[in-house]
């Protein structure tokens, strides 16, 4: 996966989609960029760049405005004003017409980076907010507190919607990446119209890259280790660190090879195994994102039984002066921390 380190701000304009107006307040102006008007956007920027479900994405064949007033923009055949207006008149439409999408800011940003220019568009949700409303009754102070729901995610808060997108070329690996978190009311009713963001507004579909693909091959190897060896901490103990050997030592992992140099001369988990993450979506061959394996691979964490937590260094889990696993023999195991110099309690 590509990952961005440099961003400069070019220019950001912000409108107001208020699902109580008739209308969109569409701004004719791009904001100030402050010190710490930037400082704001670029938080915003370097958090979503590196949240963990961005996703890439291909615009659609089909016609889609967002798709091509930004790709106007980034060809320089308009100015972003013109660009963003249409970006939140676009937005306002399907609020308007699903009728379950949240009033919002619509914040559009061009910044380049590294890898050539880019288009961000934040579909920034109003978050609640508490203020003290001073009257006078009867001649004397009376104080409440209200709630406001005009409030902009923080810095520090992660946007649920946004998608950064590029110049279009023929040898791009993706178009533009995505943000699109659904609320747990979509995801279990699964509401009419959760998928606008990506369906309806952007017009694309994502596609997995090494990252996905190595987060996937990850998950659904733990899944079936816990599963198909739930009674046998020695065998999963085994599957677990020849995962984390391969995800280290390896650019890709064939998923045959790595079933018969784990599993040996049992044929039942050989083919179990390459059975279930096939039929869970993995690849034959996993192309591994390092970058991401370095980042995961530094702390372990451990649910033993139950009761006990875990949370050890990838240098002291493998440091057996520090971590010792001893196998018992009837497929339990013993975890010893050694050599123990200071501990808290918290």
Not at 86 to 93: D, K, T, Y
Not at 131 to 151: A, L
Not at 220 to 233: F, G, R
Not at 260 to 285: D, H, P, Y
């Amino acid at each position: 996966m590509e990952y961005i380190n440099e961003i400069n701000i070019n220019e950001a304009i912000i409108h107001i989609l208020d699902n109580n107006s008739d209308e969109p307040v569409l701004n004719e102006y791009p904001l100030e960029l402050t010190e710490e008007v930037y400082t704001f956007i670029f938080k915003h920027i370097q958090r979503c760049l590196k949240d963990e479900e961005l996703k890439y994405a291909i615009f659609n064949k089909e016609r889609n405005i967002v798709k091509e007033v930004c790709q106007e923009y980034l060809n320089g055949e308009n100015n972003l004003t013109n660009v963003s207006k249409e970006l939140a008149s676009q937005m306002f439409i399907l609020m308007r017409s699903k009728g379950s999408i949240p009033s919002c800011d619509l914040l559009t940003v061009s910044f380049t980076t590294e890898y050539g220019a880019f288009i961000g568009i934040f579909k920034m949700d109003y978050i609640k907010n508490y203020m003290h409303n001073v009257e006078f009754v009867d001649g004397k102070i009376g104080i409440d507190i209200i709630p406001q729901f005009t409030g902009l995610p923080s810095s520090s808060s992660r946007i649920q919607k946004c998608a950064f997108i590029k110049v279009m070329a023929s040898d791009n690996p993706y178009d533009l990446l995505v943000i699109d978190k659904q609320s747990k009311s979509n995801k279990e009713n699964k509401e009419y119209g959760a998928n606008y963001f990506i369906d309806n507004y952007l017009g694309c579909t994502i596609v997995e890259n090494e990252r996905d693909k190595t987060k996937k091959f990850l998950k659904v190897a733990e899944k079936w280790t816990q599963n198909a060896l739930s009674e046998n901490a020695e065998g999963q103990e085994t599957v677990r660190r020849e995962v984390k050997k391969r995800l280290r030592e390896e650019d890709s992992i064939d998923l045959n090879n790595f079933a018969e140099e784990v599993f040996k001369e049992n044929q039942s988990l050989k083919e179990n195994f390459r059975t279930f993450a096939i039929e869970s979506g993995v690849s034959e061959t996993v192309d591994l994102d390092k970058q991401w394996v370095e980042k995961k691979l530094k702390r372990v964490r451990l649910k033993i039984d139950k009761d006990i937590d875990l949370y050890i260094s990838e240098e002291a889990y493998n440091d057996i002066n520090r971590f010792e696993i001893e196998r018992v023999g009837d497929g339990s195991i013993n975890m010893k921390i050694k050599h123990i110099i200071n501990y808290t309690e918290k």
